[in-house]
């Protein structure tokens, strides 16, 4: 992935950084959405996951100073941290939920507390 900037007139006088080109990053995070939602089997939790996980390898590919900003507009399709993701893992395997975010017993990836 090339890096995504653009100047912006919006910068300061003097403040020759560039700054995150938010319609080409806003069109690899929807190219991205509609890849994790073609996987997910209609698990909110798994879209999740394979969402947040794609934009994660893409993420250090851009300048530093426009990490965090890519990671906000990421959130607009439901991007979680890796904190946020173990979070709901831990949750569904205390309230007998698979990774999937499906009850146990019932997905269709065969998830059950045999495995």
Not at 9 to 25: V, Y
Not at 52 to 57: E, F, L, P, R, V
């Amino acid at each position: 992935m090339s890096t995504i900037a653009c100047d912006t007139p919006s910068q300061p006088i003097g403040d020759t950084r560039s700054a995150l080109d938010e319609p080409a990053w806003r069109t690899i995070c929807k190219a991205i959405a509609t890849d994790a939602m073609k996987g997910c089997g209609l698990s909110h939790e798994y879209y999740v996951e394979r969402l947040s996980s794609a934009i994660d390898t893409q993420v250090p590919q851009l300048p530093e100073s426009h990490r965090v900003r890519a990671l906000q507009i990421a959130q607009e399709w439901d991007y979680a941290t890796p904190a946020q993701r173990q979070e709901t893992q831990d949750w569904n395997a205390e309230h007998g939920y698979c990774t999937h975010g499906i009850e146990l017993g019932y997905c269709p990836a065969g998830c059950d507390t045999d495995h």
